[in-house]
């Protein structure tokens, strides 16, 4: 049940991660409603990532890693969100574009390297 669950988490979370670049790709190619429509099917695919991390951590036990995966997993959803709008508003900046990749590729390793997801590796 704990394999079948994460492996849905990691389906659910490659989709957000391939959602938010087609956002990107589209507004860069000033395709801006299509982009829009998808930034709104993006905010509804970080509910089930919610929903299957809080699933995966509740059926092991609770450690200090898992916490920490948590508190990342919500910090790279919000940095997503924040650098979205930016790029709605054309008001982005290089350092935070830089940052934001930086921190969710660590969340993503985080993931795969901590006891709960070494098993996908």
Do not use: W
Request: proline fraction near 2%; aromatic fraction near 12%; include cysteine.
């Amino acid at each position: 049940m704990t394999d079948t669950i994460l492996t849905i988490h990691l389906i659910v979370i490659a989709a957000v991660l391939l959602l938010a670049g087609a956002v990107f790709l589209f507004h860069q190619t000033n395709m801006k409603r299509t982009a829009v429509l998808l930034h709104y099917v993006l905010r509804f695919m970080y509910l089930p990532a919610i929903f299957t991390g809080g699933l995966v951590l509740g059926l092991r036990p609770v450690y200090l890693g898992g916490l920490l995966k948590i508190a990342c997993g919500f910090i790279s959803v919000g940095l997503i969100e924040v650098y979205l709008v930016q790029l709605f508003k054309n008001t982005r900046h290089r350092l935070f574009t830089r940052f934001m990749i930086g921190f969710v590729l660590f969340t993503v390793i985080l993931g795969l390297t901590l006891p709960q997801g070494i098993s996908l590796l």
